[in-house]
């Protein structure tokens, strides 16, 4: 693998998490620290042992400093393109019950929003053998927008790989205006990631099968459909292959849906088959379901060889 195997762009925000369940209103404890779509799977690649490179914009400020700290402490090459204008993006989360997150954004006009393709260094994108992408860049601004088809290009011309995940985030825009800009975006990547519901998003009137066929049509060669405690499912031209998912406790499923696609990623870079691809996404899923946060439980290889060597010792010596 080269230095950077994987490239990513998108904006990564400050987190602010209740410490306890129940209301903010209520809450006396908070922590501190970053979250973002992108970033969650760079860092889960790096823990995996695959090079890889995140880009994005933050603002000129704590914030912002904590941001590029904290990916690059995982290994990540980080591109932190310094805003001086805009605050880096704040999200909040909170617990209103053992069962339920709810999560509020503050990041209209953000630095990360500002992103654009000037800020794409030459031959960065190209350093890639794939690109990873999400849904939740193109609609954060036009500029964002531009720079994600910008970089779609440039890796189309430099023969690497895309990979897209839907990861639709109604809070940015309805699904009615969402759809064919993430349609537009799935249909020139390689593989697409998501949800059954996001598929549907991409194609309203069509069932999951369809929705797969179409986009290979379009020229994308794989789907691979996130079922959550029930594993995922891979739907290329020639098969259909199940992955069945692991039968743990859960904690907190928010970034489950990235480190699974870390582990897909890592795999599929490594040229496993379909079979341990699958098994290693669905376990990088489960393993982070286990920790409380977006990135922090993504795990190394050695925490994934306990894992799926059945290691529950709950005490380690």
Same mark, same amino acid.
């Given at each position: 693998?080269?230095? +950077?195997?994987?490239?990513? #762009?998108?904006? %990564?925000?400050?987190?602010?998490?209740? &410490? =306890?369940? $129940?209301? @903010?209103? *209520?809450?006396?404890?908070?922590?501190?620290?970053?979250g973002g779509a992108e970033s969650n799977v760079a860092i889960g690649l790096a823990r995996l042992g695959v090079?890889?490179?995140?880009?994005?914009?933050?603002?000129?400020?704590?914030?912002?400093?904590?941001?590029?700290?904290?990916?690059?402490?995982?290994?990540?090459?980080?591109?932190?393109?310094?805003?001086?204008?805009?605050?880096?993006?704040?999200?909040?989360?909170?617990?209103?019950?053992?069962?339920?997150?709810?999560?509020?954004?503050?990041?209209?006009? +953000?630095?990360?929003?500002? #992103?654009?393709? %000037?800020?794409?260094?030459?031959?960065? &994108? =190209?350093? $890639?053998? @794939?690109? *990873?992408?999400?849904?939740?860049?193109?609609?954060?601004?036009?500029?964002?927008?531009?720079?994600?088809?910008?970089?779609?290009?440039?890796?189309?011309?430099?023969?690497?790989?895309?990979?897209?995940?839907?990861?639709?985030?109604?809070?940015?825009?309805?699904?009615?205006?969402?759809?064919?800009?993430?349609?537009?975006?799935?249909?020139?990547?390689?593989?697409?990631?998501?949800?059954?519901?996001?598929?549907?998003?991409?194609?309203?009137?069509?069932?999951?099968?369809?929705?797969?066929?179409?986009?290979?049509?379009?020229?994308?060669?794989?789907?691979?459909?996130?079922?959550?405690?029930?594993?995922?499912?891979?739907?290329?031209?020639?098969?259909?292959?199940?992955?069945?998912?692991?039968?743990?406790?859960?904690?907190?499923?928010?970034?489950?849906?990235?480190?699974?696609?870390?582990?897909?990623?890592?795999?599929?870079?490594?040229?496993?088959?379909?079979?341990?691809?699958?098994?290693?996404?669905?376990?990088?899923?489960?393993?982070?379901?286990?920790?409380?946060?977006?990135?922090?439980?993504?795990?190394?290889?050695?925490?994934?060889?306990?894992?799926?060597?059945?290691?529950?010792?709950?005490?380690?010596?």
């Amino acid at each position: 693998m080269t230095a +950077s195997s994987v490239v990513t #762009l998108g904006e %990564t925000m400050a987190l602010v998490r209740a &410490v =306890e369940i $129940g209301s @903010l209103r *209520h809450a006396d404890a908070l922590t501190l620290g970053i979250g973002g779509a992108e970033s969650n799977v760079a860092i889960g690649l790096a823990r995996l042992g695959v090079g890889v490179s995140w880009l994005g914009r933050v603002g000129d400020d704590s914030l912002g400093e904590r941001v590029v700290r904290e990916i690059r402490g995982d290994g990540v090459d980080v591109r932190a393109v310094i805003d001086a204008d805009a605050p880096t993006g704040l999200m909040v989360k909170e617990r209103p019950s053992a069962a339920s997150t709810a999560v509020h954004y503050y990041r209209a006009g +953000s630095a990360g929003s500002r #992103l654009r393709p %000037t800020d794409l260094p030459d031959g960065w &994108v =190209e350093s $890639g053998v @794939l690109l *990873h992408l999400t849904g939740i860049t193109p609609l954060l601004s036009d500029t964002a927008h531009a720079a994600v088809r910008c970089a779609i290009d440039r890796a189309r011309d430099a023969g690497a790989s895309v990979s897209f995940d839907i990861n639709y985030r109604s809070a940015l825009a309805p699904a009615s205006v969402a759809g064919p800009v993430l349609r537009e975006i799935a249909e020139r990547a390689d593989v697409v990631f998501g949800g059954v519901e996001e598929f549907a998003i991409l194609y309203p009137d069509a069932t999951p099968a369809d929705a797969a066929g179409r986009l290979r049509d379009a020229g994308c060669a794989t789907a691979v459909f996130k079922l959550g405690p029930d594993g995922a499912s891979v739907v290329t031209a020639d098969s259909v292959t199940d992955g069945r998912g692991f039968s743990i406790d859960v904690v907190d499923t928010v970034g489950a849906g990235d480190a699974f696609v870390a582990g897909f990623l890592s795999a599929l870079v490594e040229g496993l088959g379909t079979d341990e691809i699958l098994r290693r996404a669905n376990a990088c899923g489960a393993i982070a379901c286990l920790v409380p946060g977006d990135w922090e439980a993504a795990p190394t290889r050695r925490d994934l060889e306990r894992f799926l060597a059945g290691d529950a010792d709950p005490v380690r010596r």
